[in-house]
């Protein structure tokens, strides 16, 4: 009788690790990839790759910018949707003004005040394209390039690679960046940067994903709920140049370490939300921001392993982009940024973390944007 139940017992914890073995199989194996050629760019070939996982979330990343063109997730009813700005066609991302929407960005994310900085004594000129600074890499950065792309074994992740010359809108050495996009089986878009350099220079890599939690049903993001888990931010001046303090968001407009809806002070902060906040944590891989939209019930939280992150309100949207999603009209405040960083202007701030990358070392970044609804 004791031998028949300790057999049973046996059994039956041999069958749960079989199912449970099976279920992990089953996860993995129900991420597919489509890869679709959407157009071309100096001569090459863009293809987006969708990424679908046993929840009906879709991902579309191109090797154009590492774009991000589509996230489609569920809300509470159910009902699908794309979260995120972008394009009808590959030929929207070409034109002027495109404001980043979903790529990559780099070498150096965010401002660098009149694109000057100084390694060992060596001034370096980065590109200026922002009011006299550089921004988020200078005329032709990672955003405007063909990355080399590949499907990883296993079908749930992308792998981007990119060789940045030495010189490229001024930055020294040659820097080869890796990036890895995966969606995950619990409807999270895992990114993973890493990069090497034969010369010491300056990196800031992040990507420029705008979202609308509702889909296009809301034209604001003002009943979006936001939360960053950081006491201060960094100020800056007319040019939006760190002025190097760091500032205590409590009692002002800039706090949002218990949620608060983005309508609540907008108007207090002149043209709308667009700064770097000091996140609390530590080094590791932490959850730092999430995001509630209340009528779809989407939610989405935001982990990184970076000091930083710059929520950026969709200010400068203006409706003028053409041949946008379903004809949407982008306009003022429609999505919102949180770009995982390093502080702006970092190499100019002796007090901010160093962006600085030597010969020898490993740059890692790690984000994850995870959806879910409430
Ligand atoms: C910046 C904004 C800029 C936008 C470009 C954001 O990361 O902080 O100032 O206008 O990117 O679309």
């Given at each position: ?10 059994m ?14 089953t ?10 050629n959407?157009?071309s ?5 863009v293809t ?17 910018g590492?774009?991000?063109t589509?996230i ?15 394009y ?13 929407f ?19 004594s ?11 600074q550089?921004l988020?890499?200078?005329v032709?950065?990672?955003?405007k ?7 990883l ?8 690679v990119?060789l ?10 040659n820097?080869k960046?890796v ?6 089986a ?5 990114i ?11 990196i ?12 296009g049903?809301?034209?604001t ?17 007319s040019v ?9 968001v409590?009692?002002?407009p800039?706090?949002f ?12 902060v ?18 730092v921001?999430?995001?509630y939209?209340p009528?779809?019930g989407?939610y ?8 930083g992150?710059?929520?950026y ?14 004809g949407?009209?982008?306009n ?15 190499p ?10 030597k ?16």
């Open positions: 009788m004791k031998k028949n139940i300790v057999a049973n017992l046996i039956f914890v041999l069958l749960s690790v079989f199912h449970f073995a099976c279920s992990l199989v996860s993995k194996q129900a991420i597919s990839v489509t890869p679709q959407v157009g760019f100096e001569g090459k070939l987006e790759y969708t990424l679908t996982n046993a929840n009906g979330m879709q991902v579309g990343i191109i090797n154009y590492g774009i991000l589509k489609i997730t569920q809300a509470k009813d159910g009902s699908y949707g794309d979260v995120l700005t972008g009808e066609n590959f030929d929207g991302y070409l034109q002027k003004g495109n404001p980043y979903g790529a990559l960005i780099g070498r150096y994310a965010n401002r660098l005040a009149k694109g000057t900085y100084t390694i060992d060596v001034e370096y000129k980065a590109a200026l394209n922002n009011n006299g550089s988020h890499g200078g032709k950065g990672f955003d390039v063909i990355w080399e792309a590949r499907t074994p296993g079908d749930s992740s992308i792998q981007l990119y940045s010359k030495d010189g490229e809108e001024g930055y020294p050495g820097l960046v990036v890895v996009y995966t969606l995950t619990n409807n999270a878009i895992k993973e940067y890493t990069a090497s350099t034969d010369k010491t220079t300056v800031n890599l992040t990507n420029h994903a705008y979202f609308n939690l509702s889909a049903s809301s034209p993001i003002y009943d979006h709920v936001l939360e960053i888990k950081a006491d201060k931010y960094t100020p800056v001046d939006l140049i760190p002025t190097g303090a760091l500032v205590e409590k009692g002002t800039m706090d370490t218990s949620p608060k809806k983005i309508g609540k002070d907008i108007n207090k002149p043209g709308g939300y667009d700064h770097n906040w000091v996140l609390n944590k530590t080094d590791s891989l932490k959850e921001a999430n995001v939209e009528n779809s989407r989405l939280t935001v982990a990184t392993t970076e000091p992150i710059q929520f309100s969709g200010n400068f949207l203006d409706g003028t982009l053409t041949g946008t999603k379903k949407v009209v982008y003022k405040h429609y999505a919102l940024t949180l770009e995982t960083q390093h502080f702006p202007d970092s100019n701030q002796p007090g901010f973390p160093s962006t600085i990358l010969p020898g070392e490993t740059y890692h970044q790690t984000t994850v944007y995870r959806f879910s609804t409430k």
